[in-house]
Structures are given as C-alpha cells and as structure tokens.
C-alpha cells in the first residue's frame, strides 16, 4: 500500500503471505479503510501482531459497524419473540413473577372422564 513505509511493508508483506488469502484481503480493505492504521504502522504505534489480530468491526468503516449491531439487534428481537411464541405471558401464582410463559391445556388428571369434569389447566 502507498500509505505504508518501506521499513513497515516489508515485514508485513512476509507475515501476510504466511495468511490466507481470504485474510489478506480483509487486512487489506482495512488498512485501505483506516488511514490511522497505516500511520500507527509506520510510526510503530501498532505492532504488526496487533495489527494482524484486529477483528472486522476494527477493520470495517464505523457505518458498517453500525448497520451490523443494529442488524444484531433485530435478529435478537425476533429470537425473542420466536421463543415466546405458543405461550401466553401470565402471572406466575407462586412466585408473583410478572414475566412468567405458560400455556393452557385441557386435563383430566385425578378425575372421571366419563362424568366430563376435565378443566383447563395452566403450565
């Protein structure tokens, strides 16, 4: 990259062709992205380890990372409500916890069938 000096090229370019290329190429786009990430490289502010073991949000331009948390967001959302989906919200009558799930269903346990004394019961 034109950013980065000779002195700091070198041994990045010895330490990347060790990557894959996948991982090259995201290092890459990166420093391309970050003029402060090739500036701490060659002023020595950055070691190249920690550069090599920057993660994609540090990598990623700031909107990206934010379209991504807020995408997170969403999905955790709709996880929620997947699992609290089938039970009803209810207040539990032995604890008086407020947030408590259930769902009724018709039972017969301990009784006559036959005489149609099955109620609802909730679990």
Do not use: I
């Amino acid at each position: 990259r034109r950013d980065v000096s000779v002195a700091a090229a070198k041994p990045l370019a010895a330490r990347l062709a060790e990557l894959p290329l996948a991982e090259v190429r995201r290092l890459l786009a990166g420093l391309a992205r970050h003029k402060a990430l090739s500036t701490a490289l060659n002023e020595g502010r950055m070691a190249l380890e920690e550069f090599l073991a920057l993660d994609n949000d540090a990598l990623a331009p700031p909107a990206l990372v934010e379209a991504r948390r807020a995408a997170a967001e969403v999905e955790a959302a709709a996880a929620r409500r997947a699992a609290d989906a089938g039970y009803l919200r209810l207040d539990c009558p032995e604890c008086n916890a407020s947030d408590a799930r259930g769902a009724l269903f018709s039972s017969a346990a301990g009784a006559k069938p036959m005489l149609g004394s099955a109620r609802l019961v909730t679990r």
